[in-house]
């Protein structure tokens, strides 16, 4: 139906008058068992971006979300189950990550919006022009998120409509107590002492937010200084001359901006500003700089600590002691184990997260990062959070472990800890029996940043990023068998990263990762009848690799979102392989823009056959590289008949599109039929 002012509003269809009469009847009961708000008693009128009403009696069920930030929101109030599709773009929280894709930000595909049979679509501004006929499909609302506070709105109005106000209410207040609480502590720094920051953007020219962006309103909550361009926008141009007059003190970027700091900010122009001389450059997860959405307050924290942290360093634990109270406890079922649990601690004013796991009586340990000791009572793994990094960094190993258990009230003498910076949120526990042994593997894991390729790869650290294993048996290991199990438990994390198709962060269109360089495995003695071997050939060996195998999987999945079944997109960006970045480095020489033509293969890449084709030619090129296959005969005719295939028509030759851009020779080959094909479908 229409409103006055001409524009759609979309209505559930109301029951026929045949059938009141057991509505009524349906209606009290439902009343009496639920609540007054049940789905029947449901109604939201939204009013969108474009000023447009829409009318939904009945919360939506399978929401296609094509805003990132809101697709977070939706999942932080609980309200993932309702979204039945996202971007590629959506990489976080994890479970977004498992939701069909219907193609970029950018350029989504109607025909694939479609076929997921949506009862809302939510969009931006910029998807007015790319998805035509949209309001056919489904309810369509139109939000941007250009703020803090429009984010809080927005998450108000989406738990209204998701059914999910307490919990939408939750993420807010939450988000709202971490900004309140940084403004407190940079609210120490007098304003002639703020430091002036920059968010870095671009590749080949200077670029940064304008001066309404929400990411300058962050850099102000954490107590920084951003530029004023004079300029509106999410992203301006920026002169060399206004950049070096601003002279920024610190510097960031999310990932995808690294290279950057090799490139532009390598001119000379640039090296006598005191970010670049004082090496104060910094690159937080894209996920958090680009995005105005539930984790603002994490943010602002990260940058604030960064730019302050002696402001941090002399905590007082009573600035978060009502959050401290949470103890999540954990059952091994190991008559060695008097208690397991995950707990919190106050350090450097950030909530920690430490699992603890006190033994019934002193115990023999084995642990790389300390090697074998005796008379150990408590073993755990202690999560430091992002925004301490920097400072934990300062104070090395010890400095931490000191902090750690005084905050824990442990001993040093007593207790030995792994540490991390993987949410022990997402801690992985798996069990693994057989007749009467019994394995616990405790597993945290963090891959993006700095997982390597040993053998191939150069020792420099990069960023946090760190698999951490601890072994419980039921059983009393000999030392011998306890420093087996370290080589058992290593193998098997190395399977399941290369079954994964982990990355090095090195060198990623080349190598899978083995491990991350900062690994760490800490096996316990145990008590009861002893055991002499934990290689592969034995039942506890073979208990001690299936329990790691599938914890670091379910470790990696619920930190790094990163799972078998991913979309090919992401196992492209883990290699760093861009289809607008192959496209506008290439030789290709077609009638039509190249952003569209990025389009139409993003498009291409939703069929399966063809998606599946490029990820035979990933492990194609893996086995080339290592000289597994030698002849490559055979697939440049498959990628000519792929070729043929997407344009409908023979293909006889395919130009080499994608020469210069390092890529190995089969990726190469791979894309340059994908290129090739669709520019014959597509010419006339």
Request: net charge neutral; charged share 25%; aromatic share 6%.
């Amino acid at each position: 139906m229409a409103n006055p002012l001409g524009e759609r509003i979309f209505r559930v269809k109301k029951p026929t008058l045949l059938t009141a009469s057991r509505m009524v009847v349906r209606v009290v009961i439902v009343l009496v068992i639920v609540s007054p708000l049940s789905a029947l008693a449901f109604s939201s009128v939204i009013r969108d971006d474009r000023g447009k009403e829409v009318c939904f009696e009945k919360p939506p069920e399978r929401i296609v979300c094509l805003v990132p930030s809101l697709t977070e929101l939706l999942f932080a109030m609980g309200a993932g189950n309702r979204v039945a599709g996202v971007t590629f773009h959506d990489l976080y929280p994890s479970g977004a990550t498992l939701r069909p894709v219907v193609g970029g930000f950018f350029s989504p595909s109607t025909e694939k919006i479609r076929s997921l049979s949506p009862d809302l679509l939510i969009v931006a501004d910029l998807h007015h022009d790319r998805i035509p006929g949209w309001e056919k499909i489904c309810p369509v609302v139109q939000w941007n998120i250009g703020s803090i506070n429009r984010a809080y709105e927005l998450t108000a109005v989406l738990g209204r409509l998701c059914g999910c106000e307490a919990q939408a209410l939750e993420v807010t207040e939450a988000s709202r107590k971490d900004m309140e609480r940084i403004a407190k502590i940079v609210g120490r720094v007098h304003m002639e002492k703020r430091k002036r920051v920059l968010r870095l953007m671009g590749r080949d020219s200077l670029m940064t937010p304008g001066d309404d962006s929400f990411q300058n309103e962050l850099i102000r909550a954490a107590g920084g200084i951003p530029p004023k361009t004079g300029k509106n926008g999410a992203i301006v141009s920026m002169e060399p001359e206004e950049f070096t007059a601003f002279n920024p003190q610190m510097m960031y970027g999310c990932g995808e901006d690294r290279s950057a700091e090799s490139g532009l900010l390598s001119r000379p122009i640039f090296k006598n500003v005191d970010a670049v001389k004082n090496r104060a450059i910094r690159f937080y997860p894209c996920d958090l700089t680009c995005r105005a959405s539930s984790r603002m307050g994490h943010f602002v924290g990260s940058l604030a600590a960064d730019l302050y942290p002696d402001l941090f360093r002399n905590s007082d634990p009573n600035n978060l002691r009502p959050d401290l109270a949470e103890e999540k406890k954990l059952d091994v079922g190991l008559p060695s184990i008097r208690k397991a649990s995950v707990r919190q601690s106050a350090i450097f004013d950030f909530i920690h997260k430490s699992l603890v796991i006190e033994c019934a009586r002193p115990q023999e340990v084995m642990s790389t990062l300390e090697g074998f000791r005796e008379g150990v009572r408590v073993l755990g793994n202690h999560y430091f959070p992002p925004q301490t990094w920097s400072m934990g960094h300062d104070e090395g190993l010890e400095g931490l472990k000191k902090r750690a258990f005084s905050a824990l009230n442990l001993h040093s003498e007593t207790t030995a800890f792994l540490f991390t910076g993987a949410d022990m949120d997402h801690l992985a526990v798996k069990e693994k029996s057989f007749q009467f042994l019994k394995v616990v593997a405790l597993v945290t894991a963090g891959v993006r940043g700095n997982a390597l390729r040993t053998s191939k790869d150069r020792g420099e650290h990069v960023e946090p990023g760190t698999i951490n294993i601890i072994l419980l048996t039921n059983r009393r290991l000999s030392r011998g068998a306890m420093a087996r199990a370290l080589v058992t438990a290593t193998e098997a994390k190395t399977a399941a990263l290369q079954d994964l198709d982990i990355r090095s962060s090195f060198s990623p269109i080349d190598y899978t990762a083995t491990g991350t360089g900062t690994d760490n495995v800490l096996v316990a003695g145990g008590e009861g009848k002893p055991v002499e071997n934990t290689g592969g050939h034995s039942k506890m060996g073979e208990l001690i690799g299936t329990a790691v195998y599938e914890a670091v999987k379910e470790a990696v999945f619920m930190q790094n979102g990163i799972a078998e079944e991913r979309p090919v997109y992401h196992r492209m960006m883990e290699r760093n392989m861009s289809l607008q970045s192959l496209l506008h480095k290439s030789s290709c020489d077609c009638a039509m823009d190249k952003d569209d033509l990025v389009a139409e293969l993003e498009h291409l890449l939703l069929v399966p056959r063809y998606a599946s084709f490029i990820e035979g030619a990933m492990a194609l090129s893996d086995a080339h590289g290592n000289r597994l296959v030698r002849d490559l005969s055979f697939f440049k005719t498959m990628a000519l008949a792929m070729a043929s295939d997407i344009a409908g028509k023979p293909v006889t030759d395919i130009p080499d599109i994608c020469a210069g851009q390092g890529l190995p020779v089969v990726m190469e080959m791979a894309f340059n039929a994908l290129i090739k094909g669709t520019m014959e479908r597509l010419s006339p």
